[in-house]
Every structure is written in C-alpha cells, then in structure tokens.
C-alpha cells in the first residue's frame, strides 16, 4: 500500500503570493490532517477533514483553507504569504473517523520558504 | 489549557547506551490518549505507540519501552543499547479537542 504522499517536496514562493499543497491519503483513508511545523512553534494543528467535511480547526488565521475532494485527496493553500508561513507543512491520513485518537500516518511534508 | 511537556531538547548519547526521553501531560479530561512519533531526518513522523489513559501497564516492543504513570502525568520513552539508527527527533502527543497536541520534541543523537 502506498503511503502518504505529498506533493510538492519543497516550494519557494515571495511574499504576497499564495500556494496549494497536495496530499493524497493512504488508499480506504478518509480523515485527513494538516499540520504545521517550524523550529519556533513545533509541530501546531491547522485543520482535519473527514468525508469531504472540514471538522476541526486550529488557531490559524482564515489565510490559511483547505478542502477534500471525493477521493479524499486533500488540499490547503495559504493566500497573502508572509514570511512567517515559512515552514514545514505535514499531512496525516488515518483510517477512523476520530483520527485524533487514532495511529495517524505521516506524509514527508512540503517544505515552504517564502522569500 | 493541555499541555505536553518535553524538557530535553537534546541528548547526545554513544551507541549501546541506554536513553530515557521524558514527556510529562497536562489535561483535565479523564480519557485521553497519549503517543510517541519518531522523525527521522527525511521529515515524516513515524508511529510508535498509542497508550489510552486507562492502561497504565508498560509496554516494551524489542529495544523501546514506554512508562506510563498517570500519578505523575508521565509517559516516559526508553531506548535500550541505543543505535546510530534511533538518531532522530522524537514527540510526545496528547490526543484533545479532535486533534493532537505535540510536545516540541526531543533530537536524539547517536554516535558510533
């Protein structure tokens, strides 16, 4: 079974600009997490998504959305950049429909730098 | 507020030494669920564990054993005759609110 993958692996963009990310779940994955990481902050909860439904979210201003599509393949983008968003951003995929008590797998994360 | 608690930032041990990496919880919810995830350098976190608040027994899987005292809000991580491979960070989570929340880690480091 293939993993969690994330696409793109790293991501250079300027301030002002906006970006997506990509992450498709492990196959029969319906909940899928997005976390933030940086040396600064760690490792900080941005939003989780279940069946297309965005059930929770965390303390991140409404520059950062997301969304799931049928296949629950998920996306996030960050409009207005600010050098501050520079960071690694994880996705995480978990069988069950409480993902928050449950095993997550981990993608490799997009690494963003914003100039 | 909850809280996970990783006091050591970094250890630097020699390989076949045993390491204990701390992680101490605060939460006011009687049922909750704590967890360790390993990030290596390639940047995705590893499962390790998953221990629910109402199964204190310590677990052992080959070199890694976990303590989990709910007297003092610890779920301790031991690594025996450690090896260069185990270099990596290392997190505590707590499970609340429908999302977890990780401690800032612990970079371990393994020389030969």
């Known amino acids: 079974k293939a993993g969690v993958t994330q696409t793109p692996r790293y991501l250079i963009k300027t301030r002002g600009q906006q970006v997506t990310l990509s992450c498709s779940p492990i196959s029969g994955h319906r909940s899928v997490s997005w976390y933030q990481q940086t040396p600064g902050q760690g490792l900080q909860f941005l939003f989780e998504?279940?069946?297309?439904?965005?059930?929770n979210k965390g303390n991140f201003p409404g520059r950062f959305s997301g969304r799931q599509f049928s296949n629950s393949r998920s996306e996030m983008n960050v409009s207005t950049l600010e050098l501050g968003d520079s960071a690694l951003y994880l996705c995480?995929?978990?069988?069950?429909?409480?993902?928050?008590?449950?095993?997550?797998?981990f993608g490799s994360g997009t690494q963003l730098s914003v100039l | 507020a909850q809280k996970v608690t990783q006091a050591q930032t970094e250890i630097s041990v020699v390989e076949k030494e045993d390491v204990t990496l701390d992680c101490v919880y605060e939460t006011r919810d009687t049922t909750y669920y704590l967890f360790w995830y390993k990030q290596p350098p390639s940047g995705e976190l590893v499962f390790l564990i998953r221990?629910?608040?109402?199964?204190?027994q310590n677990e052992i899987s080959g070199r890694y054993s976990w303590n989990f005292q709910k007297s003092t809000s610890s779920f301790n991580f031991t690594i025996t005759a450690s090896q260069v491979v185990d270099s990596a960070v290392y997190f505590c989570a707590l499970s609340e609110e429908r999302h977890m929340r990780f401690g800032a880690g612990t970079r371990l480091t393994v020389k030969p």
């Open positions: 998504y279940f069946s297309e439904t965005q059930r």
């Open positions: 221990r629910n608040s109402f199964d204190e």
């Open positions: 995480a995929s978990s069988s069950t429909s409480q993902g928050y008590n449950e095993k997550l797998f």
